[in-house]
Nanobody, 120 residues
């Protein structure tokens, strides 16, 4: 079955950088659309970045120019490079995947999440 496991440095100072990774298994990685989502305490989950099966990225306005989504099909791994981090970027980050006909907010496969803390 589909498995998504996130990992990465989880604590950083404001202005710093970190990279999240999501190891995928159980499906044809290169044929799926993938995405990163986050949920801050007391807030609704929001999309951060998605990447199509053709490698085309899309970003939320709040992270454009600071975050980069990428994937390594040989390693079945999705990445999120996060630069110039702000305290408001602190949240639980999830990776998700599904067939590309589904809109990202309806992705059915989710990782367990990794908590990102940004200290000011």
């Amino acid at each position: 079955q589909v498995q998504l496991v996130e990992s990465g440095v989880v604590s950083v100072q404001s202005g710093g950088s970190l990279r999240l990774s999501c190891a995928a298994s159980g499906f044809t990685f290169s044929s799926y659309c993938m995405g990163w989502f986050r949920q801050a305490s007391g807030k609704e989950r929001e999309g951060v970045a998605t990447i199509g099966s053709d490698g085309s990225p899309r970003y939320a306005d709040s992270v454009k120019g600071r975050f980069t989504i990428s994937q390594d099909n040989a390693k079945n791994t999705l990445y999120l490079q996060m630069n110039s981090l702000k305290p408001e970027d602190a949240a639980m980050y999830y990776c998700a995947a599904d067939l590309c006909y589904r809109p990202s907010f309806l992705f059915r496969n989710w990782g367990q999440g990794t908590q990102v803390t940004v200290s000011s």
